[in-house]
């Protein structure tokens, strides 16, 4: 198999929940360390325009999101499943809850001045990233909390998550970990990586000590590997094969079509479409800072429309 390369930054929390899945299941990886504004070339080249960040590549396919990155991950390295049988519902339910509600509560109060930490110290690159993000909100279809609620929100959850961690169980669902316990983990991190809130979680020592548990999984960092690197191992690899279907009425592979996110950071990849069904969409694109590519979205929260 070929390495797998994260295109990713230290302060995106959406990345951290990836760097820690990989050390929890013993994973080694590439560490393609982006900037936290546009532009991305490299990466931009692979995905045909998403430009959310992390991106997983894999030689010449490339996978977008964390939901469907860490379904890709499960099949590899050690450990329990991420999908634990019996938990599955409970658990992605978790998962997609806090992907998207939480983490827009986690985004008002990780930018609350107490929260900041040492983020944006320097004024231009303030106002670099102000500017880079509200190109990225164009077409956003979300609603931001305010502070308040955004506060009611964390704390509600947290203190549910102290009395389901009250009988001592070490994850969140049991004795062993599922997808639900990496996206809380990248969450809290995120909200909590200022320095800001700590007696939040010193005010629940259950939740406080899983919080160390998962923190010492993202302590598994990658080897190095520059952007031109990542795009010869994609133009040394073929891409894998994939079986075509689509379910889509009037969209059949074949098509050429955009994939973009229904919510937020909506820019579309173009590419030929190879499969859409429930376990995930697959485009074909080629480039030629990359040569042919499959770059695979989730279904959950991806349109598929006519190019
Ligand atoms: N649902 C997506 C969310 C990804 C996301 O929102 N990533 C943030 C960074 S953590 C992002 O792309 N922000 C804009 C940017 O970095 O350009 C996933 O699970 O990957």
Sequence with gaps: MAELILHHYPESPFSEKVRAIFGAKGL???????????????????????????????????????????????????????YPAGHVLAAQTLARWVDTELF?????LRFLPENMGGFFTNPATAQAFAEDRANFAQGAQVRRPSVDEARARYARFLSEMETQLGDG?????????????????????????????AEWLGARPHAAAWMERMRAFGQHPGQPV????????????QPLAIEQTSDLPGIPPGTEVNVAPVDYGVMPSHGTLLRCDTDGIV?????????????????HGFSVTRY
């Design 283 to 299: 485009i074909r694109r080629e480039h030629a800072l990359t040569g042919a590519v499959n770059v695979h979205f989730p279904r």
């Design 28 to 82: 080694a990886w590439r560490s393609l360390q982006v900037s936290m504004v546009m532009p991305r070339p490299a990466t931009i080249a692979l995905t045909g325009g998403y430009r959310r960040i992390p991106v997983l590549q894999v030689g010449a396919d490339v996978y977008c999101d964390t939901a469907l990155i860490a379904e890709y991950l499960d099949g590899l390295g050690n450990g329990p499943s991420l």
């Design 226 to 237: 520059s952007a031109e690197d990542a795009l010869t191992a994609a133009r040394d690899a």
């Design 169 to 197: 169980r070490p994850y969140l669902f049991g004795a062993d970990w599922s997808i639900a316990d990496f996206s809380v983990y990248h969450m809290l991190w995120f909200i909590h990586a200022g320095g800001g809130m």
């Design 104 to 108: 827009w509560a986690a985004v008002t």
